[in-house]
């Protein structure tokens, strides 16, 4: 059974740096895609980050120059590094990743991980 666990969230002011992880785990052939969306209060889950397996990356445009996206491949995890934080970056942060479990490629998520900015 594949899962995705999220770690790093937390409470942080603005201006200030949070940096998150999330471990695929279980029966993995290969992966793909991993990405990091969030969701705020009220709003759609949006796309903040994405990495391909060989390392090309895309940003929503309100993060670009302040979030980084990485990945360890070995370690079948994906990084969220986000500097700078805004308040309206608070939200409930989700990674999510297209892997082959060795049936078919399908999308995976993890269980969230809140991130609020406040002073």
């Known amino acids: 059974q594949v899962q995705l666990v999220e770690s790093g969230g937390g409470l942080v002011q603005p201006g200030g740096s949070l940096r998150l992880s999330c471990a695929a785990s279980?029966?993995?052939?290969?992966?793909?895609?991993m990405g990091w969306y969030r969701q705020a209060p009220g709003k759609q889950r949006e796309l903040v980050a994405a990495?391909?397996?060989?390392?090309?990356?895309d940003y929503a445009d309100n993060v670009k120059g302040r979030f980084t996206i990485s990945r360890d491949n070995a370690k079948s995890t994906v990084y969220l590094q986000m500097n700078s934080l805004k308040p309206e970056d608070t939200a409930v942060y989700y990674c999510n990743a297209a892997l082959d479990p060795g049936i078919t490629i399908a999308v995976y998520w993890g269980q969230g991980t809140q991130v609020t900015v406040s002073s």
């Open positions: 990495i391909t397996s060989d390392g090309s990356t």
């Open positions: 279980g029966s993995i052939f290969s992966i793909y895609t």
